[in-house]
């Protein structure tokens, strides 16, 4: 039988041993770095995308040892599984088929017996007509207004990746439509996005896999009294995008549309379902959004049968495990030198954490230690003015720079110092995966630098849809392959439960209070009540 994690592995010891021989000085990465040909053998292209691992503390015995858990773990192979429908999400018995949203093979992905393609298609067309009915006026709002708002009420994976890549293609929005979201619960934000608006030319669209999201369902009731308040009436600047037969697809509560999602996709691996579809397409057109579908599916061919040797984003996930395991790095820092990529760490850290920041493996059984690492991250260079001093000199994390090639704006051509503002942010971008690397020798400590600090080099060659979709679906491909290296469920998330659970019951508490001004808050532990006492002693 195959070890389905990687501590049940003899090389496991032998990949420890390793990363204490990478504490040997001449492992330091200013040394590794010296060879001519270090970037040639140690980066790779494929997918539409370019990795640089150059500067991971790994040297040819590090590496060959992390490629063998590629045939030892059947890593390769059990992605193939996963894109063929096999239900790996085993704690809730479901497929993993995210693929499937954006492929555009004429295979059939067969679950149950049933092709899932036919379904995925109709909601693909369903989106494509709708949105080009709200674009070319044919469906308007209660006043015959057409819509020139979008708020998107979502939450988790229902809002970060919609919010990244609509983020990263903000400058292809020529649709006349400006999109908000509304995730939080809290009414400030509600606020300000009802001060943004002109309610009759607003169509509200709720996304939520179960609909019975908290967060989700509050933000409605607002946005459905408040359309009311305007003299609006909500079932025509309403849609949903929402699993078959849950509350936000039922009749009895009529909206303009509702698109489906699918069980088998889970909510932070859904932006290439209607999730991401219906915004998107209303923001950029359905054509971009195909064309962003399209860059995902190429990186998914290519995480499925590119040789460990060449696949990024098993590549990724390997290093990402050595950094974590071997290394002993408990963060990872996301650094796109472009601030359309802006988003791109937030919604990485949901992805990423929620998927594998578990405690159990695939069969129940306790891990010798949590999997998962953290996540963060801002662009530079605002990045190297906000937390940076602590990535050369504090505690060290491995870096994913991320740079592109040819920006957006290329019309802007002023130079300071020689350089045009495009080669300024390249400037540093180099500088820092090289300062980090080879540190600086100093007789003053303050001033002295280790280096030895690990990054990868990602780069794109423009922010085309596709290149989003590519980087996308490599940032999903890597999530999914370390969690298989783990041996972890990357695909439930039953850590955010308690949390709500307790919400819950200081919610009933609340609701009490409210209907009987003089209650106690008397089911509540002590701490939980001062605080309940100072909140409804404030003006809310
Ligand atoms: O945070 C927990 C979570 O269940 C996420 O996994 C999910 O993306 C989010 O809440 C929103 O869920 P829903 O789409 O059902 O509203």
């Given at each position: 039988?195959?070890?389905?994690?990687?501590?049940?592995?003899?090389?496991?010891?032998?990949?420890?041993?390793?990363?204490?021989?990478?504490?040997?000085?001449?492992?330091?990465?200013k040394n590794l770095i010296t060879a001519a040909d270090r970037l040639e053998h140690y980066s790779v292209r494929g997918g539409g995308?370019?990795?640089?691992?150059?500067?991971?503390?790994?040297?040819?015995?590090?590496?060959?040892?992390?490629?063998?858990?590629?045939?030892?773990?059947?890593?390769?192979?059990?992605?193939?599984?996963?894109?063929?429908?096999?239900?790996?999400?085993?704690?809730?018995?479901?497929?993993?088929?995210?693929?499937?949203?954006?492929?555009?093979?004429?295979?059939?992905?067969?679950?149950?017996?049933?092709?899932?393609?036919?379904?995925?298609?109709?909601?693909?067309?369903?989106?494509?007509?709708?949105?080009?009915?709200?674009?070319?006026?044919?469906?308007?709002?209660?006043?015959?207004?057409?819509?020139?708002?979008?708020?998107?009420?979502?939450?988790?994976?229902?809002?970060?990746?919609?919010?990244?890549?609509?983020?990263?293609?903000?400058?292809?929005?020529?649709?006349?439509?400006?999109?908000?979201?509304?995730?939080?619960?809290?009414?400030?934000?509600?606020?300000?996005?009802?001060?943004?608006?002109?309610?009759?030319?607003?169509?509200?669209?709720?996304?939520?896999?179960?609909?019975?999201?908290?967060?989700?369902?509050?933000?409605?009731?607002?946005?459905?009294?408040?359309?009311?308040?305007?003299?609006?009436?909500?079932?025509?600047?309403?849609?949903?995008?929402?699993?078959?037969g849950s509350p936000g697809d039922d009749p009895s509560r009529p909206v303009l549309q509702t698109f489906h999602m699918f069980d088998?996709?889970?909510?932070?691996?859904?932006?290439?379902?209607?999730?991401?579809?219906?915004?998107?397409?209303?923001?950029?057109?359905?054509?971009?959004?195909?064309?962003?579908?399209?860059?995902?599916?190429?990186?998914?061919?290519?995480?499925?049968?590119?040789?460990?040797?060449?696949?990024?984003?098993?590549?990724?996930?390997?290093?990402?495990?050595?950094?974590?395991?071997?290394?002993?790095?408990?963060?990872?820092?996301?650094?796109?030198?472009?601030?359309?990529?802006?988003?791109?760490?937030?919604?990485?850290?949901?992805?990423?954490?929620?998927?594998?920041?578990?405690?159990?493996?695939?069969?129940?059984?306790?891990?010798?230690?949590?999997?998962?690492?953290?996540?963060?991250?801002?662009?530079?260079?605002?990045?190297?003015?906000?937390?940076?001093?602590?990535?050369?000199?504090?505690?060290?994390?491995?870096?994913?720079?991320i740079g592109v090639r040819t920006p957006q704006h290329t019309q802007y051509q002023a130079r300071s110092k020689g350089v045009t503002?495009?080669?300024?942010?390249?400037?540093?971008?180099?500088?820092?995966?090289?300062?980090?690397?080879?540190?600086?020798?100093?007789?003053?400590?303050?001033?002295?630098?280790?280096?030895?600090?690990?990054?990868?080099?990602?780069?794109?060659?423009?922010?085309?849809?596709?290149?989003?979709?590519?980087?996308?679906?490599?940032?999903?491909?890597?999530?999914?392959?370390?969690?298989?290296?783990?041996?972890?469920?990357?695909?439930?998330?039953?850590?955010?439960?308690?949390?709500?659970?307790?919400?819950?019951?200081?919610?009933?508490?609340?609701?009490?209070?409210?209907?009987?001004?003089?209650?106690?808050?008397?089911?509540?532990?002590?701490?939980?009540?001062?605080?309940?006492?100072?909140?409804?002693?404030?003006?809310?």
């Amino acid at each position: 039988m195959i070890p389905s994690r990687l501590d049940q592995l003899e090389r496991h010891e032998k990949l420890r041993l390793q990363a204490k021989a990478m504490q040997r000085p001449e492992a330091h990465l200013k040394n590794l770095i010296t060879a001519a040909d270090r970037l040639e053998h140690y980066s790779v292209r494929g997918g539409g995308l370019f990795l640089d691992y150059s500067r991971q503390r790994i040297d040819n015995s590090a590496r060959q040892l992390l490629f063998g858990l590629d045939q030892e773990l059947a890593l390769r192979d059990r992605f193939a599984r996963m894109m063929h429908g096999e239900r790996l999400n085993v704690t809730e018995n479901r497929a993993v088929l995210h693929t499937a949203a954006r492929s555009f093979a004429d295979d059939p992905v067969v679950l149950d017996g049933v092709d899932v393609m036919p379904e995925i298609r109709r909601v693909r067309d369903q989106i494509k007509f709708f949105s080009e009915q709200v674009h070319t006026g044919q469906i308007t709002g209660a006043n015959g207004r057409p819509f020139r708002h979008v708020v998107v009420i979502g939450i988790g994976g229902s809002y970060l990746g919609p919010e990244f890549v609509s983020t990263a293609l903000a400058a292809l929005a020529d649709r006349n439509i400006t999109l908000h979201y509304l995730a939080n619960v809290d009414i400030d934000n509600f606020g300000a996005v009802a001060a943004a608006i002109d309610p009759p030319s607003t169509l509200w669209v709720v996304i939520s896999k179960s609909f019975t999201t908290a967060e989700t369902s509050a933000n409605t009731i607002q946005a459905e009294q408040f359309m009311r308040a305007k003299g609006l009436d909500p079932s025509r600047h309403m849609i949903t995008v929402t699993s078959k037969g849950s509350p936000g697809d039922d009749p009895s509560r009529p909206v303009l549309q509702t698109f489906h999602m699918f069980d088998f996709i889970g909510g932070r691996y859904s932006v290439t379902s209607a999730v991401g579809g219906v915004p998107l397409s209303l923001l950029l057109g359905y054509d971009r959004f195909e064309a962003f579908l399209k860059g995902a599916a190429e990186m998914d061919a290519h995480a499925l049968n590119a040789p460990v040797e060449q696949n990024l984003p098993l590549i990724a996930a390997l290093l990402s495990v050595w950094n974590t395991t071997y290394l002993g790095y408990q963060q990872q820092g996301i650094i796109p030198y472009s601030s359309p990529l802006a988003k791109l760490a937030p919604h990485v850290q949901q992805l990423n954490m929620e998927s594998n920041g578990k405690a159990v493996d695939t069969a129940g059984a306790f891990l010798p230690e949590p999997a998962g690492v953290v996540i963060f991250g801002e662009p530079g260079t605002n990045a190297q003015h906000s937390f940076f001093q602590l990535a050369h000199q504090g505690k060290p994390f491995p870096i994913d720079f991320i740079g592109v090639r040819t920006p957006q704006h290329t019309q802007y051509q002023a130079r300071s110092k020689g350089v045009t503002n495009h080669q300024e942010l390249w400037a540093n971008l180099l500088a820092q995966a090289r300062a980090l690397a080879v540190g600086r020798d100093h007789a003053d400590k303050a001033r002295h630098f280790d280096g030895n600090r690990p990054s990868s080099t990602i780069v794109l060659d423009d922010l085309a849809p596709e290149n989003i979709g590519r980087l996308l679906s490599f940032y999903e491909a890597r999530t999914v392959y370390e969690g298989f290296i783990w041996g972890v469920n990357s695909f439930d998330q039953f850590g955010v439960e308690l949390g709500k659970t307790v919400a819950d019951s200081l919610r009933s508490e609340m609701a009490r209070k409210n209907d009987q001004p003089g209650y106690d808050f008397a089911g509540t532990d002590p701490i939980s009540r001062a605080y309940l006492e100072m909140l409804f002693s404030a003006d809310q």
